[in-house]
């Protein structure tokens, strides 16, 4: 199976910053768009950034010109810079993958990380 695992999430004041990042390990033949959900409490999941294989990126509105969404195939690894945090990007950040895992694959598989809180205090 495929693993991501989220890591850089924490406390920040508003106007702060924080980098989040994913790796991808397990069974990979190659990982097609990678992206960055969020769900605040009593909120729908909804997406931040999504980023194609080969760099394209696309952005929530709510946070264009402020985040920016990268990824490194060598490491299978994408990552999210969240500047000028607000209030309101208190959520869980959820990393999530579309992954061909065998050469023989048709489509990919989606597969989601566990889940990592940022909280931005006023």
């Known amino acids: 199976q495929v693993q991501l695992v989220e890591s850089g999430g924490g406390l920040v004041q508003a106007g702060g910053s924080l980098r989040l990042s994913c790796a991808a390990s397990?069974?990979?033949?190659?990982?097609?768009?990678m992206g960055w959900y969020r769900q605040a409490p009593g909120k729908q999941r909804e997406l931040v950034a999504r980023?194609?294989?080969?760099?394209?990126?696309n952005y929530a509105d709510s946070v264009k010109g402020r985040f920016t969404i990268s990824r490194d195939n060598a490491k299978n690894t994408v990552y999210l810079q969240m500047n000028s945090l607000k209030p309101e990007d208190t959520a869980v950040y959820y990393c999530?993958?579309?992954?061909?895992?065998?050469?023989?694959?048709?489509?990919?598989?989606?597969?989601w990380g566990q889940g990592i809180q940022v909280t931005v205090s006023s």
């Open positions: 980023i194609t294989s080969g760099g394209t990126p």
């Open positions: 999530n993958a579309n992954v061909y895992r065998y050469y023989s694959d048709i489509l990919p598989y989606e597969f």
């Open positions: 397990g069974v990979i033949f190659s990982l097609n768009d």
